[in-house]
């Protein structure tokens, strides 16, 4: 059976070991038996060979098909889901094919506030998705509309309820799947190989599994493998409840998503890297003595914290981004030692299931009083093990009551107000004990603040010393309002971009037998419906490829990707005009890289409205900020010249309606207004 030209796999269980390995594919070793292979084209031919390769497409939906669902099953390491069976634990990656031509958003709302309105709509998108359920949006079942029950994904009738889905119920609930704001994962990427990543979602967005980083490592390993061009990511990430484009700029001088060369892409309100930069280390480099140094005024529980913390540290800490450095190192100490005692504690609590039903309280506070008296007669500050401790007193009751009161030792007090502190020992793993002060920590000096109580401070640090709306306030004022305007341009910039440029790639590993070059178009007539000339594509040619081959793998290539140019055919290279068609290309790729190619668009009617992702309707976007285009911020436009403007910078706050009708300043002090509203009201803002 053949499906839109390509065998239909069907699904099939496959042994675990025999998948690949999620946290090293595509793996870049030479050899690998699991690396996946190579591609070594642009990417709207490697995405093809990759799914041809690796994915299988199970039955789809006659009632809707613009979208074509392939699945691509991975094991996590050698994790198992902790379960009687202990089964491996595995991820789905699903990459959803989408015919943009009958789909219902032609348009790329990404591609708009990025910068790249420009582009002409391409023929296909794909979204690359890990469902937080760990399930396929290829499943075998849909839901019902009506009742809810499952359904197979071919059926239209529902067995329950009788009722008939229809094409529309069909594709909203497809969309949806694609909307879904809990997926995992979901990259986007247009047949140009211009992409963008749409949801992360580690351990805090739901993952059971799978971190952040390890979500963010295979994206990157598949994107280069693919031959992705360039992506970009909105970044409204946030860890601790706090915005953490700001919290991780303060820190590391740059987004999270810089970890894998996600640099400054567009800055809302007209921001440039150089006003990026800037504010960046304004922020980072606020000296802690600005928050210390207030005359006579009683002490502020700001200042007592930040003192706290410069008591802790061994290093100084002498600015915001030493402090909020040295808060989140104890956060992630603070974790990584809780989940060694948690899983520390398993391993006690696994004979003691069940016991509370057969002893006394009485039979609990004689063992908790013997294993007491063990603990005080140790010397100094050594520590006595859990199996230690349990074989001391194993004569006092059964084995299961002591590893009860084992698992809940920790924190218990003596008579004489000592406490029981418990730890998992970072060399060997077991669990320890030792009877300590109540006023003293394990180690004899001021306790660390626990994971909760560091949290706390963390999110009090920001809201006092990072956020612009809440920032507390303290002098020189000129200072103050510069943290405060560094502040919002580092939340104002929430788009970021990595360019792969595979086209280096490829031509750095051409081989002998082909060529690989960058092509430009242009069109002959240039009123053709306003086209806008497309980014370059990437041809790869046999080394004996003739003009005439370029010319046809031009037009083949360009007519693939962007819908407009369907009916595209390449008629002359601009660099060579009068060469004959028979001759060779190589031989002029020595002077001229890239090609130039100029050709005709035929029989365009019905494909003007794919002209540009920022779609058929005309706008002007010139914002007193010095916007001049999308940037994503709300705007409005003026009731007279039509021209848009953000409204904050219009005086209209984030939070607070849109106003009916709105006349800018131009026209306003041009005596436009009462020419043109003429009956209408209008409400100028100020």
């Not at 599994?209 to 994107?223: A, E, Q, T």
């Not at 506070?365 to 093990?385: D, H, Y």
Request: proline share 5%; net charge neutral.
């Amino acid at each position: 059976m053949v499906v839109n030209g390509r065998p239909l796999k069907r699904l099939k269980r496959r042994v675990t070991a025999d998948l690949y390995d999620f946290l090293t594919f595509p793996s870049s070793v030479a050899g690998d038996p699991f690396c996946g292979g190579d591609l070594d084209g642009p990417f709207r031919s490697n995405v093809r060979a990759f799914l041809t390769r690796h994915a299988l497409l199970p039955p789809p939906s006659s009632l809707f098909p613009p979208v074509l669902t392939w699945q691509i099953l991975f094991r996590v390491g050698d994790l198992s889901d902790g379960g009687p069976d202990s089964s491996p634990v595995t991820v789905s990656l699903d990459v959803v094919e989408e015919e943009v031509a009958r789909s219902r958003s032609v348009y790329c709302d990404q591609c708009r506030v990025v910068g790249w309105s420009g582009h002409p709509v391409c023929g296909k998108r794909y979204h690359f998705i890990i469902k937080a359920d760990g399930n396929s949006i290829a499943g075998y079942q849909k839901t019902c509309t009506r009742c809810g029950d499952f359904l197979h994904l071919t059926d239209s009738r529902c067995k329950s309820c009788n009722h008939v889905m229809t094409s529309d119920e069909i594709e909203d609930w497809v969309y949806h799947q694609l909307e879904d704001t809990t997926h995992l994962l979901h990259g986007l990427v247009h047949s140009n190989g211009y992409g963008h990543l749409l949801r992360v979602n580690g351990r805090e967005g739901g993952s059971r599994f799978l971190s952040g980083c390890h979500i963010m490592d295979f994206w990157d390993r598949l994107c280069k493998y693919l031959g992705v061009r360039k992506v970009s990511v909105m970044d409204v990430s946030k860890k601790y409840g706090l915005e953490y484009r700001l919290l991780h700029a303060i820190t590391k001088g740059h987004p999270w998503y810089g970890v894998w060369g996600y640099e400054f892409g567009a800055g809302s309100f007209a921001l440039t890297l150089d006003a990026y930069k800037m504010a960046v280390e304004t922020l980072s480099n606020l000296p802690l003595t600005l928050f210390l140094s207030q005359g006579r005024k009683p002490r502020t529980r700001l200042q007592d914290l930040i003192s706290f913390y410069q008591s802790l540290s061994e290093g100084d800490l002498v600015n915001t981004r030493d402090l909020f450095c040295f808060l989140l190192s104890l956060l992630h100490d603070s974790h990584k030692s809780t989940m060694r005692d948690k899983d520390a504690l398993k391993k006690c609590r696994s004979s003691a299931l069940g016991v509370l039903c057969a002893w006394t309280v009485n039979d609990i506070e004689k063992v908790e009083q013997a294993m007491f008296r063990v603990l005080q007669a140790v010397t100094g500050s050594n520590w006595v093990s859990w199996r230690a401790l349990r074989g001391a007193v194993c004569k006092v009751a059964p084995s299961e009551l002591l590893d009860y009161c084992l698992k809940d030792l920790g924190g218990k007090m003596t008579a004489d107000g000592m406490v029981v502190h418990a730890r998992c020992n970072p060399d060997t793993g077991s669990f320890e004990y030792r009877l300590d002060p109540r006023s003293v920590s394990s180690n004899g000096v001021v306790p660390s603040p626990s994971e909760e109580h560091l949290l706390r401070d963390l999110k009090f640090f920001y809201e006092s010393i990072l956020h612009p709306q809440t920032m507390v306030s303290y002098g020189p004022p000129p200072k103050r309002d510069l943290a405060i305007s560094s502040a919002s341009k580092l939340l104002d910039c929430k788009q970021f971009l990595k360019d792969y440029n595979p086209a280096a790639t490829l031509t750095k590993n051409e081989h002998q037998s082909t060529i690989c070059l960058s092509c430009q178009v242009e069109l002959f007539d240039e009123s053709e419906g306003n086209i806008t000339a497309p980014p370059a594509e990437l041809l790869i040619l046999p080394s004996n490829a003739t003009i005439s081959d370029l010319k046809q793998e031009a037009s083949k290539a360009f007519q693939e990707v962007y819908l407009v140019f369907k009916r595209f055919q390449a008629e002359e290279l601009l660099d060579f005009r009068g060469v004959d068609e028979s001759h060779q290309v190589k031989p002029l790729l020595e002077t001229v890289k890239p090609i130039r190619v100029r050709g005709r668009c035929l029989g365009k009617n019905g494909l003007n409205k794919f002209r540009m992702e920022r779609g058929v309707e005309r706008w002007t976007v010139d914002c007193r900020c010095g916007a001049k285009d999308d940037d994503g911020e709300r705007m409005l436009a003026c009731d007279v010249c039509g021209v848009w403007q953000h409204t904050r910078c219009v005086g209209i706050n984030d939070f607070d309606a849109v106003p009916r009708s709105f006349v800018c300043h131009r026209c306003l002090g041009h005596g436009q207004m009462m020419k043109s509203m003429g009956q209408f009201e209008v409400e100028p803002v100020a």
